[in-house]
């Protein structure tokens, strides 16, 4: 076993892990943050993306021995106070999701985007690099459009 110790959503952890438990895994089972999707667990869906030390990252390819000390953060530790995110109430006002289930993935990847391209961040950029977030309902159009309104009010 392998202790790590980890801020997660704004409250450390510690925890004994296996040292192969992936971090998805961890989140999920351990922590009970459930928000986090296993889609594929080969790193090809995007449904496990989560924020490590403020960087998007697919929660199934790191080991959570490797987010020792770090600060992650999961789609529950979005909102505020009751509140919405600005990116989590775009989705829904402009329809950005169908079932759901990608769509804690792509909100934080949408975030790590905006962060790293600004307010005007165009919708070629946005599909671009929303290649490693499957959606199987969408069609993505209402995506961009929840993102790029997002961006405008961030």
Do not use: W
């Amino acid at each position: 076993m392998a202790t790590v110790t980890m801020t997660v959503n704004g409250e450390q952890v510690t925890r004994d892990v296996e040292p192969r438990t992936l971090l998805v895994q961890f989140l999920r089972e351990d922590l009970r943050l459930t928000g986090t999707h296993v889609g594929c667990d080969t790193s090809q869906c995007g449904a496990c993306v989560v924020h490590v030390d403020g960087k998007s990252i697919k929660s199934c390819t790191m080991l959570a021995s490797q987010a020792d000390g770090k600060s992650v953060t999961t789609i529950e530790g979005l909102a505020k106070n009751g509140e919405l995110h600005p990116m989590q109430a775009a989705f829904r006002e402009h329809h950005g999701l169908q079932c759901g289930f990608c769509t804690p993935g792509m909100i934080m990847s949408a975030l790590d985007i905006v962060q790293r391209h600004g307010s005007s961040v165009q919708e070629k950029t946005i599909r671009e690099e929303l290649e490693g977030n499957l959606c199987r309902c969408t069609g993505y159009h209402n995506i961009v459009k929840a993102i790029q309104a997002a961006a405008a009010n961030m």
